[in-house]
């Protein structure tokens, strides 16, 4: 039992990946090709960008200042003039606070804690260059399944599949795993090449300012918190997204001609209707909660116990729904 069960859930998931080839393999491939463009472009046309602008070159800002560090109080002193004569100072805390009394341990920790996180400034520039690049696979994910239940209605192979040993429930739970794991995971691999291929590339801007690039990104980056983050926001995307792409699922289970028109006229619907007997607008503050950024706020649904299980609890209802309306179609061509 376990065996033909297995097997057809491989089936499926093959069907899906040899159907849907071309978002998978040559969607993320398009995507490396054009961000190593715009990449290689920024890299080469930065400073000139700069200059454009009215600004001098950062790498010649850099060399052209001279830092001196002065005693003064108790405290130091930190000056930085250019050759023009221009002079920035910054003035640390007093020595005594600095150290921290007993009252100001609280402000002590704000400033340690703020010196861990600023010193990996580049983790933070990936975190938000990757999650830019997974608002591709949301897009792709939810054109997915607001047409996978519709498309074999519209030109009759919903026959040939009815006919075949597998059950609605197999085909939209595949089609939803496909959607929340598979083919995130296909373009997290392209975002893991894009920005290591962004490091590489930026070694040249880094070199032509005069620094050593290797020690000035090993210094900056935390190579497993990186891998460690780009593992969990796989993870935290496949149960944060489940409510959307199951409503997306059930509203390919309905459509008749378009899915898009479809899901723009129920959530409409949704929303005017709330707004007139309820007078509030929960439906679209909810279904931003389970949004990424930029979306919506950059807020994980897994730290959220609350929003998890009501998350889990949409997702289940949603899924019923299409199994039956998959079972029993509203709109069939013959």
């Not at 593992?231 to 496949?238: N, V």
């Not at 930029?294 to 994980?300: G, L």
Request: with cysteine; hydrophobic share 55%.
């Amino acid at each position: 039992m376990n065996y033909f069960l297995s097997s057809r859930i491989a089936s499926l998931v093959r069907r899906e990946f040899f159907e849907n080839k071309t978002i998978v393999i040559l969607g993320p491939l398009f995507l490396v090709m054009v961000s190593l463009i715009a990449i290689i472009f920024t890299a080469l046309f930065v400073d000139r960008v700069g200059t454009f602008f009215g600004g001098r070159l950062v790498g010649e800002f850099i060399q052209g200042l001279d830092a001196r560090m002065v005693e003064a109080g108790g405290g130091l002193e930190i000056k930085l003039s250019d050759i023009e004569g221009g002079v920035i100072s910054i003035e640390s805390f007093e020595e005594e606070k600095a150290l921290g009394s007993l009252e100001d341990i609280s402000n002590t920790k704000a400033i340690d804690n703020n010196l861990v996180e600023d010193s990996f400034k580049l983790n933070e520039i990936l975190y938000y260059l990757h999650k830019l690049i997974m608002l591709v696979p949301l897009l792709i994910s939810i054109n997915y399944l607001v047409g996978c239940l519709l498309y074999d209605r519209l030109d009759g192979s919903y026959f040939f599949w009815r006919s075949m040993p597998v059950s609605p429930k197999e085909e939209i739970t595949v089609k939803l795993i496909v959607a929340l794991f598979a083919i995130p995971l296909v373009f997290g691999f392209a975002s893991f090449l894009i920005q290591i291929l962004s490091l590489l590339i930026f070694i040249f801007p880094i070199y032509r300012i005069g620094l050593d690039p290797i020690s000035v990104i090993l210094e900056n980056l935390d190579i497993s918190n990186w891998i460690w983050f780009l593992i969990l926001d796989w993870l935290d995307r496949g149960i944060m997204l489940a409510p959307i792409f199951s409503f997306a699922v059930l509203i390919s289970s309905l459509a008749k001609r378009s899915g898009f028109f479809t899901s723009v006229f129920a959530i409409l619907a949704l929303v005017f209707f709330e707004s007139v007997l309820f007078g509030s607008n929960n439906f679209i503050d909810g279904a931003l909660l389970y949004l990424p950024w930029p979306i919506s706020a950059d807020v994980r649904i897994i730290d959220s116990p609350t929003l998890l299980v009501a998350g889990l609890i949409i997702t289940c209802f949603f899924l019923a729904m299409a199994v039956y309306f998959r079972s029993r179609p509203l709109f069939l061509n013959n």
